[in-house]
């Protein structure tokens, strides 16, 4: 038999799904290399990463001491579905530990909902710029991406209504959104959840849903009952800064947490991350900690970027969208002189802008000095 290596290039498009040929590897770039390695790339001794939206203080102490509570047992598999985990979820949120699905990393929620329903010729409408993994797990089954511009930096729900067609089978919306921050209003969502027709899935992506400080804000959660096909994600990436440990979770009603689980590996959440995210999630003092400090540094931020006149999108998340005026490559390579790491926005059709991570008080603060050297 061949061994797939030795097969004449151009024979793996015959051998993959078509669509395949519409993606491509994740490739990193500076921004996305771990510390160490762009510590070396750039020949420096400090290095701060603000490119990935991940919390600068780390997760709570209470758990890394759960997690490593968990390293002498790990020649055995974990619980399979997260019982602990589930159970507490629910128990805070109201809602039953059936109707909650953990997964690896918000990341695999994504790619299971794409799994589960979407096949070719599916629409899939997707709200840009936005995150990137909806249109890759829509593209990889064959859907259609149908991406709906944002007026003004916001996601415009009549637009969203307007762009439904026959073929429409999903619907992304990430709010608060990545890489402008903004939220849909809670009347917004409502409108939305109310006028989109019924057989189509609302995807309500809530990975930052803890910074958010504006009022006119409401979860997905808020209207599960008036709506079947919705789900809200969630994950400890974030605020509880458990990115590594790749844990995020769904929740929905039964039916479509039951679909998921059909197409989910059976041992998709390590066992140290279910110890991490249950002791994080019951340090709910930790959580407000994070919280706050990321408010007081995204408010530092706002005014540095207002003393560098520079314009930006106010946020309701853990990042900045800022405009620099010019080729956003400049204010990168500036930066990254020093060891500051910045998203270059141009991966989101944004060529002026960049996305800044709110990171600590005296990282930024260096930022604002950098800015001030211009
Ligand atoms: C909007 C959004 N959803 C999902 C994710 C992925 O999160 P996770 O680390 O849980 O896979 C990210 C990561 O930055 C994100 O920005």
Redesign the pocket.
């Known amino acids: 038999m061949t061994a797939v290596r030795d097969l004449p290039e151009g024979t793996w498009h015959q051998l993959a799904r078509p669509s395949l040929a519409y993606l491509k590897p994740f490739q990193a770039e500076l921004a996305d290399l771990p510390v160490e390695r762009i510590r070396h790339t750039l020949g420096l001794d400090h290095v701060v990463k603000l490119s ?2 991940e919390n600068p203080y780390g997760p709570s102490p209470k758990a890394i001491e759960a997690m490593q509570a968990t390293l002498a047992s790990l020649h055995l598999y974990q619980d399979a579905t997260g019982d602990l985990l589930r159970h507490a979820i629910a128990a805070d949120l109201g809602i039953k530990p059936g109707e909650i699905i953990l ?8 790619l299971l909902l794409a799994l589960a329903l979407l096949e070719p010729g599916d629409e899939v409408i997707i709200p840009s710029p ?2 990137g ?1 909806y249109q890759a797990s829509s593209i990889a089954m064959g859907a259609r991406p149908i991406s709906v511009p944002l007026p003004d930096f916001r996601i415009d729900v009549q637009s969203i209504l307007t762009a439904v067609s026959p073929k429409t089978k999903m619907v992304f919306l ?1 709010n608060p ?2 890489p402008t921050g903004t939220i849909v209003t809670s009347r917004d969502l409502g409108h939305l959840v109310d006028e989109l027709p019924e057989h189509i899935l609302l995807v309500a ?1 809530e ?2 849903i803890d910074y958010v400080t504006d009022s006119s804000y409401a979860s997905a959660l808020d209207y599960l009952e008036r709506r079947a096909n919705l789900i809200a ?1 969630r ?4 605020v509880h800064a458990l ?1 590594a440990a ?3 979770f769904g929740i929905s009603h039964e039916p479509l947490i039951d679909l998921l689980h059909r197409v989910r590996p059976p041992f998709n959440v390590n066992g140290i991350g279910q110890a991490g995210a249950l002791a994080s999630w019951q340090d709910t003092d930790y959580q407000e900690k994070m919280r706050e400090l990321n408010t007081q540094n995204r408010a530092y931020l706002y005014s540095l970027l207002d003393e560098a006149n520079l314009p930006y999108v106010p946020s309701q998340a853990n990042f900045v969208l800022v405009d620099t005026k010019e080729d956003a490559t400049m204010m990168c390579k500036r930066l990254a002189k020093e060891g500051i790491i910045i998203r270059n926005a141009a991966i989101f059709g944004l060529s002026r802008h960049v996305r800044i991570t709110i990171g600590r008080k005296e990282d930024l603060c260096r930022i604002g000095q950098i800015l001030d050297e211009r």
């Open positions: 990935f939206n997964t690896n990393g918000a990341d695999e929620l994504i936005t995150f993994q990430c959104n990545n992506d990975a930052y994600i994950t400890f990436s974030k990115a790749r844990v995020g």
